[in-house]
């Protein structure tokens, strides 16, 4: 018999943060007395409803799904990091309760192997493709647990490309055979600084510098990561000013990191979900970045190594 309980969630909306182009499984489902979600955590299935500050919840634990959900972080401190730049702290707003998630390392970075050039619609059905084809299906739940990287190593390329993969399927399987063998660990980045981490994702077939800020943000919780796609160049570039030089993606990686604070990551998760949703209206002209009215609280965190868990 699976767990079912009720837990306190803080701040938290839980559509919109499982909807956000963080994670690509979660079903809506009608169950727990109402509107909910079914999928799972590494292997646990999981069924979640909200009811305000509630969570309802079948399988895991309050311990798992609160770390999955990072019911940890402060989300008052991080809108308080941005709230200099009125676009920024304005999309923080609207966005109340989506939370940056801490995902499974191997699930999450096999994912975003699969993003370049999709959008998220598309990237959730060759997920769903590959569980079904090569995932352990789970009591409780219609969804499989994501596929181990030995599972898609014996696959082998030809039947990844049945899932719907396109040339992904190469760079998904060649860096499951790196995982599988143990050549590439993903633990081991865990201890390594974001620059590093970053440079050592980017080695992996299929992975540049966006897809791994990516895995950065939402598996390593690597908080100042900045994901720069169209929709995030886009944002960013309208808050410069008209006429200035043009910047590639890596420097407005760097100008992101920079004008949206120590937790970037979570601000342009904002920005992107609001630009998603056609909430956001891009400035014309450069907006200025001021520093926070209360810098002070904030700073504490600044001192923090840099992915630590905020408290």
Known sequence: MMKTGVMECPEFNLGMTLESGQTFHWMPVNDLGGEGWTGCIGSNAI?????????????????????????????????LSCAGHPASLKASLACKGLRVMRQPLWECLASFILSPMKQVAHIRQMSLALRTGFGKPLKGTPVPAF????????????????????????????????????????????????????????KLPGIGRKVANCILLFAYERLEAVPVDVWVARILGSFRSPGSRKMTLDQLESYGERL????????????????????????????????????????????????????
Do not use: N
Request: charged share 25%; with cysteine; hydrophobic share 35%.
């Open 260 to 311: 949206l604070g120590p937790y970037a990551g979570y601000i342009q998760q904002y920005l992107f979900h609001q630009a998603r949703t056609g909430e956001l209206v891009l400035p014309k002209k450069r907006v200025p970045w001021k520093k926070p009215a209360l810098a002070k609280s904030i700073t504490s965190h600044r001192g923090r190594k840099r992915g630590s868990v905020i408290s």
């Open 47 to 79: 069924t979640l409803r909200q009811q305000g500050g509630l969570l309802h919840y079948r399988g895991g634990s309050t311990q798992l799904i609160s770390r999955y959900f990072a019911f940890d972080h402060d989300l008052e401190v991080i809108r």
């Open 147 to 202: 596929p181990e990287a030995r599972s898609l190593a014996e696959a082998g390329e030809k039947e990844l490309r049945k899932c719907g993969l396109g040339f992904r399927a190469k760079s998904l399987h060649a860096t499951a055979l790196l995982v599988a063998s143990g050549e590439f660990q993903p633990e081991a980045l865990r201890g390594m600084s974001t620059a590093a981490a970053r440079t050592e994702l980017c």
